[in-house]
């Protein structure tokens, strides 16, 4: 039987090269070798106030990106969160599970509550929600960035809890990270992650920024003190950045990299990196347009509703007879 890989994105904006480099190319390279389902997580994006319509606007973005780089709807499974109402069920009954204190020690939730007046009950609880989505496909294997590492070790304490208590129900999943990519870091600050909520759009590249953007971006970006063009993400974090991006997304080692922009200055570097960038984005976005336009990805989504439905109501029926729920 092929492992099962489930894994989500939030359709909060526009997708960055670090979203794409840390999570959305490995599932397309997944679903050839696996029985793959990836969601968009409408409800997650909720716990920060968003715009109605521009939300909706942004799932079909998000759903035209995943076909662009490559999601092979033949292959995996691509559908909305919110149209599995299973997701909202388990997700409550997880609740139920957690505990106040390993909630209160996730990261992502204190990182994106800081600085605001009010922080919703959602925001808090997001990642018993999170592990709903994962534990109810039965899942293997989660594709994911670094920054979502923490979330996968309370999944597969959720599930061993849960495993415990009521006998065994859920697979438990493992976190799939990659090497390189895993985490892309801002453009204007080596510290901080490439990430789609920051205020100054120049610490990213965005999956459809025009070319002119994409080299102005690169050009613009941070370096470190020195000229050299050496991997050392301690001394060199922001060139060190440069050369894993350029890295993968050109094929070819960060070895094979520094040694051809030895005694080079950063100016050489840049500007092919920004050309590198330019003719890997370039045919995703002439698709992503093709396929924005073509009307199609309503029913791509929801027939793989309808294939995700089939999958979490069966697990969420086991549970609800587990726990004792029901009439
Ligand atoms: P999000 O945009 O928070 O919904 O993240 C979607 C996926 O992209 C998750 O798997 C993240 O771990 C991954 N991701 C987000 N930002 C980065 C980054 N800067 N570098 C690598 N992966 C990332
Ligand atoms: N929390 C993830 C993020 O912010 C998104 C997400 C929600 C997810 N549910 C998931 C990722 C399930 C993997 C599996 O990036």
Redesign the pocket.
């Known amino acids: 039987m092929k492992s099962r890989v489930f894994?989500?994105?939030?359709p909060?904006g526009l997708?960055?090269l670090?979203?794409y480099?840390?999570?959305?190319r490995q599932f397309v390279d997944l679903q050839d070798q696996s029985d793959a389902f990836y969601c968009i997580?409408d409800m997650h994006a909720i716990t920060l106030p968003q715009d109605p319509h521009q939300l909706k606007e942004r799932i079909h973005d998000l759903a035209s990106l995943y076909l662009a780089v490559g999601l092979d709807p033949q292959k995996s499974t691509l559908f909305v969160q919110s149209d599995v109402s299973a997701h909202s069920e388990l997700g409550w009954i997880l609740q139920c599970v957690v505990h106040m204190g390993e909630l209160s020690r996730m990261t992502q939730f204190k990182e994106k509550g800081e600085g605001k007046e009010v922080v919703t009950a959602g925001l808090f609880t997001y990642p018993a929600l999170m592990a709903a989505d994962i534990l109810l496909y039965q899942t293997h294997l989660v594709?994911?960035?670094?920054?979502?590492k923490q979330h996968l070790e309370l999944t597969r304490d959720l599930a061993l809890r849960f495993n415990a208590r009521f006998g065994d129900t859920f697979t438990v999943p493992d976190i799939m990270l990659i090497k390189q990519?895993?985490?892309?870091?801002s453009l204007d600050d080596p510290s901080k992650?490439?990430?789609?909520s920051n205020p100054n759009p120049g610490s990213r590249i965005e999956m459809l920024d025009p070319p002119d953007v994409i080299r102005k971006k690169v050009s613009r970006a941070v370096t470190d003190s020195d000229r050299q063009i050496r991997f050392d993400p301690q001394e060199k974090p922001a060139v060190s950045n440069l050369l894993a991006i350029f890295s993968v997304i050109s094929g070819q080692s960060i070895d094979e990299l520094v040694a051809a922009y030895d005694g080079k200055g950063y100016g050489d570097f840049k500007k092919d990196l920004g050309e590198a960038l330019v003719a890997h984005l370039s045919p995703i976005q002439a698709r992503y347009e093709d396929i924005r336009q073509s009307g199609e990805v309503e029913r791509i989504l929801q027939q793989g509703a309808e294939k995700a439905r089939q999958v979490a109501n069966d697990t969420l029926a086991n549970v609800k007879e587990r726990v004792g729920l029901g009439g």
Do not use: H, Y
């Open positions: 894994s989500g994105i939030q909060t997708i960055t670090g979203n480099l840390g999570a959305l997580v594709p994911v960035g670094d920054d979502q990519g895993a985490r892309i870091m992650k490439m990430s789609k």
